[in-house]
């Protein structure tokens, strides 16, 4: 009896371990970002040693992959088949602007740090480009269903991080009015 409490108990610490570099990595791709977090920062943060991260993660990659993981699970893109209820053309558009401009809100700093590193660390922008290459994809073709190719070119700005940033941080606008803002810049573009 007394050996199956043994390993039910070191598995739940190498969980527990494992929970708190990935929620380390977290921290730090949303504050330093994925490409000036180190191993040895991360590690120190966790309150472990490097060579108990490179148990639980072999590669950075794999670190990588857990933490974006994490936080998608936290708080997943919007799913653009929800969209696809609304009638399309502008209110389709107005609802899933909405809801990205509501998913960049809560997730700013960490957004900010990592497509900013993906602009030039290969493996940070391997990695966005798994976790928001296809629902991106997705808006895209649930959003620009029916738009002429200009529209479609401005859905693209309307639908970028940086854009959410600059209408609603930087010009003050408040999240419907950025969303009304680039509805009717992609009514306009036709």
Known sequence: MTRTY???RRAEQQAETRRRIVEAAVELHGTVGPALATISMVAER?????????AHFPDERSLYLACS????????????????RVVAGRERLRVGLRALYGWYERNAELVAC????AEYHPLT?????LRMGPPMAAYREVLGAHLAASQRAVLRLALGFFTWRTLVRE???????AVDTMVRAVDCAE
Not at 69 to 84: H, I, N, S
Not at 114 to 117: E, G, K, P, S
Not at 125 to 129: D, L, S, V
């Open 125 to 129: 922008r391997e990695i966005a480009e």
């Open 69 to 84: 993981g994490l936080a998608m699970e936290r708080d997943p893109l919007p799913e653009a088949d929800a969209w696809t």
């Open 6 to 8: 043994t390993l039910r």
């Open 114 to 117: 990592v497509l900013r590193d």
């Open 171 to 177: 010009a003050g606008l408040s999240p419907d009015a």
């Open 46 to 54: 966790a309150g472990v040693q490097r060579h108990t991260l490179y």
